[in-house]
């Protein structure tokens, strides 16, 4: 068994494979969630804390190496291991500029994966923070504390919706960057449908009208792209 009970997101749509591999982690310990398609690996992702992502390449909804470049704009550090049948070099070179950390080609066997995994989880555990971790956040004069979706301000204190919480969320954690607009719908919606779009608009539109008691707190539409968090700090 393993020591350290590391959580890890499997993204694998053949049912038989996840459900080999899941349960082969499992027996060492593992805490496994096995997602069946792109999109709703990244709704996982943000749902919940990982330490490391196995990520199938030849996906639905969204490939492998698109997904671990959303994976990317929320978090830098988590480990990302691509399982392919394909294994040529320009495949391996596009998953590590996907983001990827090492690179598995089918068939394989579960005990050099679970090596593989085990050797960087040793290198990584314990090493910095997952952003998604943090649930309090100071934009000027407000506190966004997320676990109770709770925006407080010296006037008075807003109950925030699940959904404006998480898309808060979203913004606070890439405070200063471009927010895209595909990655909010995805990981709050599990979609980027034109509906969810316009519903998306509502939502920033909403926010916006709670921070308005802070002029140094804005959110910002950058054109056909998405939106960004800016705070103007002392």
Not at 95 to 105: N, P, S
Not at 182 to 191: A, F, P, R, S
Request: charged share 30%; hydrophobic share 40%; with cysteine.
């Amino acid at each position: 068994m393993s020591d350290t009970k590391a959580s890890i997101l499997l993204v694998e749509d053949d049912q038989n494979l996840g459900f080999v591999i899941q349960d082969a982690l499992r027996r060492k310990g593992y805490l496994v969630h096995l997602a069946r398609d792109g999109k709703e690996g990244l709704k996982q992702f943000n749902d919940h804390p990982y330490d490391l992502c196995v990520l199938d390449v030849m996906l639905p909804q969204k490939d492998g190496f698109t997904l671990a470049e959303d994976i990317r704009l929320v978090n830098e550090q988590v480990p990302i291991i691509f399982l392919t049948a394909k294994s040529q070099t320009d495949d391996r070179i596009a998953g590590f500029k996907a983001g990827g950390d090492d690179y598995l080609t089918k068939p394989f066997s579960h005990e050099e994966l679970i090596l593989r995994i085990e050797a960087i989880l040793r290198r990584t555990m314990g090493k910095g923070d997952d952003p998604r971790v943090r649930e309090v956040f100071e934009l000027g004069t407000f506190t966004f504390d997320h676990r109770n979706l709770a925006l407080s301000h010296p006037g008075g204190e807003r109950k925030l919706t699940r959904k404006e919480g998480e898309v808060l969320r979203l913004l606070c954690m890439h405070e200063d960057q471009v927010l895209p607009r595909e990655l909010v719908l995805n990981m709050v919606w599990g979609d980027d449908t034109y509906f969810l779009g316009r519903s998306l608009d509502v939502f920033i539109s909403r926010l916006r009208k709670y921070l308005k008691a802070d002029e140094k707190v804005a959110i910002v539409n950058v054109h056909g792209v998405g939106f960004r968090l800016q705070v103007e700090r002392s």
